[in-house]
């Protein structure tokens, strides 16, 4: 058995021989991590240590490529060739999905280190490629941490204000889960009611009453208030139906505008799957 350091939940471990181990460990989140990474992985680098599991003795490496706005199958269909190419060097890929972030994960073997890591790097490229600007960063990247990245390399003083009301505050949170943030974020308004929507960003309620406050319209207009409060170069705003209930039951339609300097102006209509957490 594996005790729990977090949780009454134990583990167990089961050795099948030298090279076949098999860990039963919690599911509930925290717990899990906690048993991973005190019991699980310090015990797999002691028998790697002892070379007991390294069989033919490969190296393996490997990195996690994170996309969004993209689904599996799409990613699956623009990256087929790269997967073909990839068996052929001992390259081995996985996707994985979250809610709002699908995941492509390389694990390259061989024996070598310098060729894992070239081979795996050379995989990395083609579909990066492939892939455009749904690709966002690698391994434990923030999505904002790759608007900081490329804030700065613009090489001005670039400002963001956010008009909120589906989210909730959620993407004010994501940019400043980033350290330095406060250099281009100015700050956001959450209005999640049609109240907050007329008192807090000023608007009007005959758009309201017209449009309803998941459309284009209300959309447009969130931005252009909010980027007018705050004086700020470029405004985001996010309206949207959460669920379980909504308006001819469109759940998960949500409108996301952009302004920018020079009219610069771009409003997206999606149609997100799932639950409300997701």
Known sequence: P??????????????????????????????????????????????????????????????????????????????????????????????????????????????????????LKRIEEKITTKLGNYFYGKDDTLISDNLKEAIAKIGSRLTISIAESVTGGLISSIITDTPGSSRFFLGGIVSYSNYSKIKLLDIDENILDKYGAVSREVCLSMARKVRKIFNSDYALSVTGFAGPEAEYKRVGLVYCCILGPDGYEKIFEKNFPGNRCE
């Open 2 to 119: 594996i005790r729990p350091g977090l949780g009454s939940a134990s583990g167990f471990r089961i050795e099948l021989d030298s090279r076949q181990i098999i860990f039963c460990i919690p599911g509930v989140p925290k717990e899990m991590k906690s048993m991973f990474e005190d019991e699980v992985i310090p015990f797999l680098e002691d028998r790697k240590r002892n070379k007991s599991l390294r069989g033919d003795k490969f190296e393996i490496r490997k990195s996690t490529l994170l996309t969004t706005d993209i689904s599996e199958t799409e990613i699956e269909e623009k990256i087929k060739e790269v997967v073909s190419e990839a068996k052929k060097i001992n390259v081995a890929i996985g996707i994985t999905a979250d809610p709002g972030l699908t995941k492509i994960i390389l694990v390259a073997k061989s024996p070598d280190s310098a060729k894992a890591n070239k081979n």
